[in-house]
């Protein structure tokens, strides 16, 4: 399985980025999808998550309003659309995949891995 992030970029305060995920070689679906973070000096954190089949998310709670997770199951792709961005919101994003049932949002609880994507916000 590969999951290939991509459509981070350089963005300005109170802008938009919509980051895609796109996974191949799948056998399977996956029961879930999910965005992740970590800037400089921090750990990763959870920001959002799909269930692959039921469409239904779970977001981190600081996050709610700005980010919305989408997928498009004929294409195998997960979307992360992030609006009114803050530079606090600098950091590589990184898509992942969960065979288990649920929605989690901790990161041992995902199977497999992009590469991650870089999003910098400037002031």
């Known amino acids: 399985v590969q999951l290939q992030a991509s459509g981070g970029g350089l963005v300005q305060t109170g802008g938009s980025l919509r980051l895609s995920c796109a996974a191949s070689?799948?056998?399977?679906?996956?029961?879930?999808m999910g965005w992740f973070r970590q800037a400089p000096g921090k750990e990763r954190e959870f920001v959002a998550t799909i269930s692959w089949s039921l469409g239904s998310t779970l977001y981190a709670d600081s996050l709610k309003g700005r980010f919305t997770i989408t997928r498009d199951n004929a294409r195998d792709t997960v979307y992360l659309q992030m609006i009114s961005l803050k530079p606090e919101d600098t950091a590589v994003y990184y898509c992942a995949a969960r065979t288990g049932g649920g929605l989690r949002s901790r990161s041992y609880d995902y199977d497999f891995w992009g590469q991650g994507t870089q999003v910098t916000v400037s002031s």
């Open positions: 070689g799948l056998t399977f679906s996956p029961n879930a």
